[in-house]
């Protein structure tokens, strides 16, 4: 377990904003977690900094997740159940498990972070979920200061949320999940961009790898690659709002697009209700909106987390004040605003 003081923060997260913490430490077992205190007002978890903004300076700890590892533990035959730890490159578990022969992960390419912060938000990509092939996560309850599980049904799971995200955010430390994988491949291509990309190459019934690589190759083009970019993906969550709401919507815009979400609620496009609102590529200093994709807020260079905090505070207000949609953002933001 090394640990450091007063560390720059700049390099650990993918917006890649300029921070301090007043202390850092790595957890490289559980058995490290058993000598440490968490304290929810300042500390923070964090894995390859993805989803996260940093607003100002951490005043506690910051623990990073660097237990790693993933290996199949059972095999039936059809499935194979994997275990897979917190610290473990999510996008290196994909490939994995493709190579292994294991499918149920492919639509899930190329998602930046961990494995253990995929039960945060329940990572969904290409109209797939975490949880569809997820069948229980280990985690280290800072609170009781002891391991507990949860299965699929205990960790709350809805769209792109999760106990482990709202209520209670910031009570366990996710060592690691385990999921179950299939040897039998069925595609799953409700996405018309997914479709069409396997349409450019010619594959009308694709294998595992070719979805994945289908996946790879929109992802690079569609994404500004947050290497060069600093970016945490979506800012916003598509907003969930009621069938009739959805009706006068589209009454005042023709174009809105909109997808079922459940029997009661229909989701809408941040994105497009942003690019309405005139966002896409505008600029703020070096706070920006993704010219490439308006759900993406950018830093291009030397923005502040205050900045690019209080540019996405505009462009809520702004489609609220247009559309009567109030965008919630998907990012996590630290230290915790009432945002
Ligand atoms: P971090 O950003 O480090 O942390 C996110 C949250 O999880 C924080 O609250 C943190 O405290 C908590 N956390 C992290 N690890 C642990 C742990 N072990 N135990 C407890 N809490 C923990 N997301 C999607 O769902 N689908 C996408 O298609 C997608 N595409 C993206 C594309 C780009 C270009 C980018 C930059 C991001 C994208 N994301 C997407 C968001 C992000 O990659 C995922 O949410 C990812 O799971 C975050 O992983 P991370 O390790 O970077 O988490
Ligand atoms: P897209 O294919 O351009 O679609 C735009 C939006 O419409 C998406 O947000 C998607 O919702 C929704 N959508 C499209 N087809 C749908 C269908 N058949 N059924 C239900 N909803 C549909 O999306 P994109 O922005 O290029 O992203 C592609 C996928 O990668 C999406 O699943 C997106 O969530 C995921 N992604 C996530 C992040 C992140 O940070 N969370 C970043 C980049 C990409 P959903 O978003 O609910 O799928």
Known sequence: MKTGENLALKSFTTFGVAARAARVVEIDSPADLARCRFEPATDLVLGGGSNVLLASDIDGTVFLNRIRGMRAVEDRGQSVLVEARGGQLWHSLVLWSLREGLSGLENLSLIPGLVGAAPMQNIGAYGVELSEVLERVEAWDWQQGRMVEFSTAECGFAYRDSRFKSRDAGRFFITRIFLRLARHFT?????????????????????????????????????????????????????????????????????????????????????????????????????????????????????????????????????????????????????????
């Open 187 to 339: 595609p799953r291509l409700d996405y018309d961009e997914l479709r069409e990309e396997l349409g450019r190459s010619n594959i009308a019934a694709p294998d595992a790898h070719q979805v994945s690589r289908a996946v790879i190759m929109l992802r690079r083009r569609k994404l500004p690659d947050p290497t060069l970019l600093g970016n945490a993906g979506s800012f916003f969550k598509n907003p969930q709002v009621s069938a009739a709401e959805a009706e006068s919507l589209r009454a005042r815009f023709r174009d809105l697009p909109s997808f079922p979400a459940n029997a009661a609620t229909v989701k809408l496009s941040a994105a497009w209700l942003i690019e309405q609102c005139g966002w896409k590529g505008h600029r703020e200093g070096d706070a920006g909106v993704s010219d490439r994709h308006a759900l993406v807020l950018v830093n291009h260079g030397n923005a502040s987390g205050a900045e690019i905090l209080a540019l996405a505070h505009r462009v809520r207000d702004s489609v609220l004040e247009r559309t009567g949609v109030r965008l919630e953002p998907e990012a996590r933001i630290y230290p915790e605003t009432r945002t």
